[in-house]
């Protein structure tokens, strides 16, 4: 028996900003919710099964909060599944959601991630406390800064990159109103002159911590023609994952995540992924993991990603545009992250990226990671349906 | 849909304390159990999925340090629900319905020795109104108990009767924590006594899925899903009806659980109250074995209880004592969610 064929026929997001005071949890999943049926012309009662997802229950201090938010999405009678995987956890959320569509368990299904940063502080929310690790490890960007180093020591890259990725991210967010960072005002020397926070990467390299949501309609080939706007199509998806810590790992370039793109490019067919692939959304936190993830995802060969990102291959109008929404640089719900990448790879094929679209994008791959740099998840979306 | 069956099924020794064990190490031994039956190795299992709580581990990403336990390198498709993992094995089952994998390694663990689990839970409540007041799970369980014996479907007699009833078979139940003669002892929340709760404890569990000719390869009776679904009800307890269960209701019908009687079913009942709610909404009556493990009465790992369900119907059906089994998990306050599986022996599927 073949898969059935999975659209997304709805895309909403909230716009991602600091904090969200005038909505209440529940309040900002259902605006991005509401906002994927408005897109899908559909209903509630179009909706067979929800998905949700986010990172720790320690960022909004709610255990399980899918019970509690089963009312606001519309889940009363129906399947409810909570996904967690770390930082990756919006993009497997997206793929547990496919998967049902796929299976035809369900025919239309909502799937939507979210994090509500400002009810707690996320950097100590990430930063574990003795016993279970050692201390003076603070925030996501004191694990990860020893990697960049790892990685500009092992390529000779110079270490004006990073400013380059972080420039470029959110100059694009600026062209997308849902984008939580925007600072008009921007220029290359002020994102080299921003403070230093975990060396090597400065507070103008690193995510902003969000409040937002992303919703997304997945359907098969039936709601597919349904509907009112171009789908996206998936042509493949994939999630690896690997321990935390062990002998011989390579925090650089992850041996899950080069696994998870070479099956996400076997099911769709991508033998090229640097000339077939129109544009990307990758999650790239901090901004030297935009050089990092291009050699991890087969863009570039092993020490020449860097080259991509300083040549402006990577820029918008590039032949190989990274992030075209500003990407996780500029908006950072850090459940909703991965969802919002694989929610851009759609918009960028349904042709429906407003300012930030990229002309005649076809095929495009949506990425995340999460915990250790352990945790991957991919899909690759396209405008046509798959034809295997 | 293609045919997908729990082959194998293991679980700890159910304690109240596991001080000196992490949850890594309180899940490696269960995890070479399963594998172990079935001669499978890591490496040989198409997907992994788990269920766990940070709420319960007290840290975040909890879930990412069982990982070394599966010894998940090379590296593995996987993922994680927040849920119980009864949820994680539904996850499992649809991966192997898309085709994309032909088995599956499920796992569940949780420890509620560290906290106090009855305020830990409190944390699932809506947040702006209900969390913010602390009424605990017993005390949730209580006011249920209350509104089925004011509706004439119970009274505190008959709730000590599932009790006894639920402890004695789990005097054969060498994982349980709680077996034998239990006293009904004194009002926790009335009417809700200390025999009519689920012990606190620690605990994990996995199975093993394969589907078709791989399962038949693998185990000699394999259980046989024959359905499965769950249903989420609204969070407001002052919304429901709390002495009936519609998403049980619901889930065991699109289970196909009404098309023929079973001869067992494993209920995720905490409380005594609960069986009096679930065997009304699934019409149990005196032919069904129910709870033959003791249920979540005899042993409650929150996170591992509902997938224990699902693990004992399976092994059961594995050991030739059940031919058509149903098994039930639940989450959230007051039977919120529930999950219903039907399994079946092959000799009994005609």
Known sequence: ?388 | MRDVAIVAFAQTDHLRHTDELSEVEMLMPVLHRVLDATGLRTSDIGFTCSGSSDYLAGRAFSFTMALDGVGAYPPISESHVEMDGAWALYEAWVKIQTGQADTALVYSYGKSSPGTVRDVLTRQLDPYYLGPLWPDSVALAALQAQALIDAGDTDEAALAEIAHRSRTAAADNPHAQVGGPVPAGDYVVRPLRTGDCPPVGDGAAAVILAAGDTARALCPRPAWIRGIDHRIEAHGLGVRELTESPSTRLAATRAGLFRRPVDTAELHAPFTSQEVVLRKALGLDDSVNVNPSGGALAANPVMAAGLIRLGEAAARIHRGESDRALAHATSGPCLQQNLVAVLEGESAHV
């Open chain 1, 1 to 388: 028996m073949s898969e059935e064929p999975v659209a997304v026929v709805g895309i909403g997001q909230t716009k991602h900003v600091s904090a969200r005071r005038d909505v209440s949890i529940a309040g900002l999943v259902r605006e991005a919710a509401v906002r994927a049926l408005e897109d899908a012309a559909l209903t509630w009662a179009d909706i067979d099964a929800v998905v949700i997802g986010k990172a720790p229950d320690f960022f909004e201090g709610l255990m399980m909060p899918e019970l509690y938010l089963a009312d606001a999405l519309g889940a009363v009678g129906k399947p409810m599944l909570r996904v967690h995987t770390a930082g990756s956890v919006g993009g497997s959320t997206a793929l547990v959601a496919a998967n049902l569509v796929s299976a035809r368990v369900h025919r239309t299904v909502l799937t939507l991630a979210f994090e509500k940063q400002s009810e707690s502080n996320a950097m100590w929310g990430l930063s574990l406390p003795i016993p279970f690790q050692q201390p003076l490890l603070a925030g996501a960007g004191g694990f990860f800064a020893p990697h960049v180093r790892a990685y500009m020591r092992r390529t000779g890259a110079p270490d004006t990159v990073g400013s380059l990725v972080a420039y470029k991210d959110r100059r694009n967010a600026l062209k997308n109103p849902y984008a939580h960072i925007h600072d008009p005002d921007i220029t290359l020397e002020k994102v080299r002159s921003a403070p230093m926070l975990w060396d090597p990467i400065r507070y103008s390299e690193t995510c902003p911590s969000s409040d937002g949501a992303c919703a997304m309609i997945l359907t098969d080939r039936a709601g597919a023609a349904r509907s009112p706007h171009p789908p996206a199509w998936v042509h493949g998806g994939a999630m690896r994952s690997e321990p935390t810590l062990f002998a011989g790992k390579d925090f650089v370039s992850p041996r899950a995540g080069r696994d998870c793109a070479a099956d996400v490019y076997r099911q769709a067919g991508i033998g090229d992924p640097r000339r077939e692939i129109d544009a990307v959304e990758m999650y790239v936190p901090f901004s030297w993991y935009e050089p990092m993830w291009l050699e991890n995802l087969g863009f570039a060969d092993e020490g020449e990603g860097w080259k991509l990102t300083e040549s402006g291959v990577t820029e918008l109008d590039g032949d190989l545009p990274v992030n075209p929404s500003g990407g996780v640089l500029s908006t950072n719900p850090i459940g909703a992250s991965g969802m919002i990448r694989f929610a851009e790879a759609a918009l960028q094929v349904r042709g429906q990226a407003g300012e930030h679209q990229v002309p005649g994008a076809r095929k495009a791959l949506g990425h995340a990671y999460g915990g250790g740099a352990q945790f991957f998840s991919m899909w690759l979306v396209g405008a046509e349906p798959p034809t295997r």
